[in-house]
């Protein structure tokens, strides 16, 4: 009787303790779970590690830019003198053939009255010319009938034959005179023309350079009068790209870009053309590369400064390490150690991953595209979800944005 009694006091006895136990145990578990999820490696390793996963990867080739219209037009004068009138201001919509300003047209007028004179005295003067041409042709034919009939000397005939060939160039030399005074009287007119300043596309004034009253002189250089740009709902970003990143750049890449005047807010742009002429300021050498835009809202406006991102390569779902996995060595006898026992090339581009012992195994790998966060996988024992080393431990130091492996996700022996 006393026997059985002893067991079952035992029993109770023990039983409490079982359950603190694996109370224990389980809150211990959990713990570890919720530090491995945390840290994305666990604290005895002394390693942050962050996951391969599969997802989008594309390269970006960034670069600063100017917001220009496609197409621009300045317009100038080709005849020099005051500015009378403006028909047009900035931001003027402006038709083809529209007047846009008008110079003094005075002095241009009076020499087109200067050149109308002249011309009406060279051709007086061919008709003078005419008329001699014909009395000295009847001389000449008079003395040929009486040289025939032995009536005057031989001279008198040679000399009414001269007469008649000079009188026949006179009158050619007065003619070419006066096609000349008619060329300069269109010339005269062509300068008065110009007095009337148009605009030779249909757009918008962007830019004006002068005010009623102004002179301008086009003596040596057409002076600058106005910049018209054809279309403002179409625009294009010239862009400056370094010499570094240009040979990745081709035409029908899509772009984004942003401008400082609407913070939130990203334009969608292709690129059209890459330009061969390089820019060089301070040793620096760069290419213009032109970004094609819509502008329907005129949100864009010539002038204004783009921070540029083109899209030079991308793919989708792909699997991909983090970038700093690539960086990642171990210390330098570890390093020896790991090529040593694995028997692989120390410079092949590599990732490490922590076998059963929390211990760095060397993978090798081979990679695609990169950008400045993933590298594309290739190849490599690397699987989606897969923890590899991004760097040491060293203090409070934390794993990146990338959320760690599951510590419920078995990790392979290598």
Same mark, same amino acid.
């Given at each position: 009787m006393n026997a059985p009694h002893a067991n079952q006091k035992t029993t109770r006895a023990r039983s409490p303790r079982v359950w603190i136990a694996a109370g224990l145990a389980l809150l211990a578990v959990a713990a570890g779970a919720w530090f491995w999820w945390r840290d994305g490696t666990t604290e005895s390793a002394g390693f942050l590690t962050e996951n391969a996963d599969r997802g989008p990867i594309e390269v970006l080739v960034t670069a600063t830019g100017t917001v220009n219209p496609v197409t621009t037009v300045t317009v100038g004068t080709y005849v020099s003198g005051p500015i009378l009138e403006l028909y047009a201001d900035f931001n003027s919509a402006v038709t083809k053939g529209q007047p846009v300003a008008k110079i003094d047209p005075r002095p241009f007028q009076v020499k087109v009255l200067q050149a109308e004179a002249g011309l009406a005295t060279a051709k007086a003067k061919a008709e003078k010319s005419r008329a001699d041409l014909s009395l000295k042709q009847l001389n000449f034919e008079r003395n040929q009938t009486l040289r025939?009939?032995?009536?005057?000397?031989?001279?008198?005939?040679? =000399?009414?034959?001269?007469?008649?060939?000079?009188?026949?160039?006179?009158?050619?030399l007065d003619q070419a005179g006066a096609q000349q005074a008619d060329a300069q009287l269109s010339e005269a007119r062509i300068n008065l023309g110009y007095t009337n300043i148009t605009s030779p596309v249909d757009g918008v004034v962007v830019s004006r350079s002068v005010d009623v009253g102004q002179t301008v002189a086009a003596s040596f250089q057409t002076p600058e009068l106005f910049k018209i740009a054809q279309d403002l709902t179409k625009m294009q970003v010239d862009a400056n790209v370094s010499e570094s990143d240009i040979g990745t750049v081709r035409e029908g890449q899509p772009s984004l870009f942003t401008?400082?005047? &609407?913070?939130?807010?990203?334009?969608?742009?292709?690129? +059209?053309? +890459?330009?061969?002429?390089?820019? =060089?300021?301070?040793?620096?050498?760069? &290419?213009? +590369?032109?970004?094609?835009?819509?502008?329907?809202?005129?949100?864009?406006?010539?002038?204004? =400064?783009?921070?540029?991102?083109?899209?030079?390569?991308?793919?989708?779902?792909v699997l991909r390490v983090p970038l700093r996995a690539l960086r990642f060595k171990p210390e330098a006898g570890e390093t020896d150690a790991i090529a040593a026992s694995a028997h692989v090339d120390p410079g092949a581009p590599s990732v490490y991953v922590l076998d059963a012992n929390g211990a760095p195994q060397r993978v090798e790998i081979q990679t695609g595209l990169r950008n400045d966060r993933h590298a594309e996988l290739l190849a490599g024992d690397v699987e989606p979800g897969e923890a590899v080393v991004v760097a040491l431990r060293r203090g409070t130091e934390q794993a990146g944005p990338t959320p760690a492996a599951s510590p419920f996700m078995p990790r392979r022996v290598r």
């Open positions: 025939a009939r032995n009536l005057i000397a031989q001279n008198d005939l040679d =000399t009414a034959r001269s007469d008649f060939a000079q009188a026949k160039a006179q009158l050619a401008v400082d005047a &609407y913070p939130g807010r990203s334009f969608e742009g292709q690129v +059209v053309q +890459v330009r061969n002429a390089p820019i =060089t300021v301070q040793n620096v050498v760069t &290419y213009d +590369v032109v970004i094609r835009v819509a502008n329907p809202d005129l949100a864009l406006k010539p002038g204004m =400064t783009a921070t540029v991102s083109i899209t030079t390569a991308h793919r989708e779902d």
